[in-house]
């Protein structure tokens, strides 16, 4: 926090709002988490057709992610960020409304279009507030709030849902992002999403090509993992005897650990550079998912803030490293392909792992899951030259 507290107050204002704004955004993606099995329940669904519709949500968000930068840089971030919330809710509230599969499918579309505004745009208006070094711990920070999103939604999700039933929960909180849109646009002065090219500090904001790309097929890889742990967990608590309450609970335990990792990694990182960062989380999601398997339930729920902690905390050595390899006047199309690409692997993964699942087991698939996030090991040591080269 040290560097939003030195900061100017509209920097401050930025972050702020851009972080509310993902928390919101990461707690309507994650409670879906708690409505897969109630929907696999009401209508028989199997596991390839939950990872079906985790694709139309993931789809829809990497479909809408470039064309969001550049609505943005045209017409203000802020209003873009605005719209797109408005329809998380109008997509929510039609599948509340409806009660019915198909209606679920549009609703999940709508809110995925809608939801792929706020990381292209919410990560370069931060960056643009905080440029140079700075802008690796200010995102760090922004995307810890998107994990405190990810606490709150589901747990809440699960309690409204047990109480009312899944469509009226999906109503309640369509009104939530109604009032982050007014949030959004009472609370924000448009902000230009470009920067000049002469303000780019010597130490950052240089084109390395090769180094982004590398580091964005490090981003495909980890979001592989955190897609597939996330859509498995739900079954694999439900399996170890949770109850719905228990399941956002336990959701609820994996976010908050997730939002410890991603505040704290943002900082590790900027102290102990990328490359042991990530190398570090990567090989204990591994060893923590698979530790997970054997536990009881409350030896699970007591491990899952740990597991959250390695799982989350590597996205924010990532994406806090993307404004050191690309000039700023290219920064929101950056951004923007970058969430392009995990939008795409949350899009395949869950479906495909879902394929895997129902052909094997869950455990099963579990495993391969947790064993993928060893592949970015000799990535990011690949990686090393770029940062002596600075």
Known sequence: MTVAASAPASSRRTLAVCGGAHALHDGFTDLLNVLYPLLQAQFGLSYAAIGALKSVYSGAMAVGQIPSGRLAVRFGGVRVLAVGTLLVAVGYCFAGITGSLFGVVIGLLLAGLGGSTQHPIGSSLVAAAFPGLRSRTALGTYNFTGDVGKVLLPALFALIAAALGWQQ???????????????????????????????????????????????????????????????????LLRDKGADLPTIGLGLSLLFAGGAAGKLVMGWVGAKLGVVPSVILTEAATTALVLLLLPLSLPLTLLLLPAVGLVLNGTSSVLYGTVPEFVRPERRTHAFAVFYTGGSVAGAIGPFVAGLVGDATSLPVALTIVACIALTTVPMVWALRPAFRSR
Not at 174 to 192: E, F, Q, T, Y
Not at 206 to 224: G, K, M, T, V
Request: charged share 15%.
């Open 169 to 235: 929960a999906l109503i309640v909180v369509a009104a939530l992002a109604v009032v982050g849109a007014g949030i959004v646009v009472a609370s924000l002065r448009p902000i230009p999403l470009h920067d000049k090219p002469d303000e780019a500090k010597p130490v950052a904001g240089q084109d390395r090509p090769w180094a982004y790309w590398l580091l964005f097929s490090i981003h495909i890889a980890d979001d592989l993992v955190r897609t597939g742990v996330l859509i498995f967990l739900p079954f």
